[in-house]
């Protein structure tokens, strides 16, 4: 490999890891706000034990001898 290759292929091996480097803080900075926000929000809460309640719920009718819905 010439020398100027050598150059080459080190200055595009530096810009990868850059913007590589600027990708994961992208994306961190993205998901941590993001989801931060959404479990601070309560939006996970509900879904969990929405389904835990209507399970209950379910079983309950299921042995009353009543329809499931």
Same mark, same amino acid.
């Given at each position: ?10 200055? =595009? *091996?530096? $810009?990868?890891?850059?913007?590589? @480097? +600027?990708? /994961? ?5 993205? =998901? *941590?706000? $993001?989801?931060?926000?959404?479990? @601070? +929000?309560? /939006?996970?809460a ?10 209950r719920?379910?079983?309950?009718? /299921? ?7």
């Amino acid at each position: 490999m010439t020398e100027a290759a050598r150059k080459v292929a080190q200055q =595009t *091996e530096e $810009r990868l890891d850059e913007v590589a @480097k +600027n990708v /994961r803080e992208r994306f961190d900075r993205f =998901t *941590e706000t $993001r989801f931060t926000d959404e479990i @601070k +929000n309560g /939006r996970f809460a509900d879904q969990v034990d929405h389904g835990v309640d209507q399970g209950r719920d379910e079983a309950r009718r /299921r042995k009353q001898g009543g329809s499931e819905h």
